[in-house]
Nanobody
Framework: QVQLVESGGGLVQAGGSLRLSCTAS????????MGWFRQAPGKEREFVAG????????YYRDPAKGRFTISRDNAKNTMYLQMNSLKPEDTAVYYC?????????????????WGQGTQVTVSS
């Protein structure tokens, strides 16, 4: 069983930056693709960015392109999301997820393990 724990969320002003971390325990994730999702109040959970098992491939939804960077350190069993130029519309609970496949997928139901989420609030 895999446990995922996110950290790094908080309150930031528009234009600011945050770095989210997701640390896994229970199993090494070297063969798992991973992703970041977010869910704003009253909205469905949506894909933000994904990274392949090796870290060589990444994919971003349009709102994240050019502002967010996903990365992973398999030696530390940790994934990151560097978020720059934050906007109020980025406000949401951010979740990390892992899937027992090597390739990236944008669909929520394709992920096997989820963290508890970390709140990101961007003030205008």
């Amino acid at each position: 069983q895999v446990q995922l724990v996110e950290s790094g969320g908080g309150l930031v002003q528009a234009g600011g930056s945050l770095r989210l971390s997701c640390t896994a325990s229970g199993r090494t994730l070297t063969s798992y693709a991973m992703g970041w999702f977010r869910q704003a109040p009253g909205k469905e959970r949506e894909f933000v960015a994904g990274i392949s098992w090796s870290g060589t491939s990444t994919y971003y939804r349009d709102p994240a392109k050019g502002r967010f960077t996903i990365s992973r350190d398999n030696a530390k069993n940790t994934m990151y999301l560097q978020m720059n130029s934050l906007k109020p519309e980025d406000t949401a609970v951010y979740y990390c997820a892992a899937r027992d496949r090597r390739g990236i997928d944008t669909r929520v139901n394709e992920y096997d393990y989820w963290g508890q989420g970390t709140q990101v609030t961007v003030s205008s």
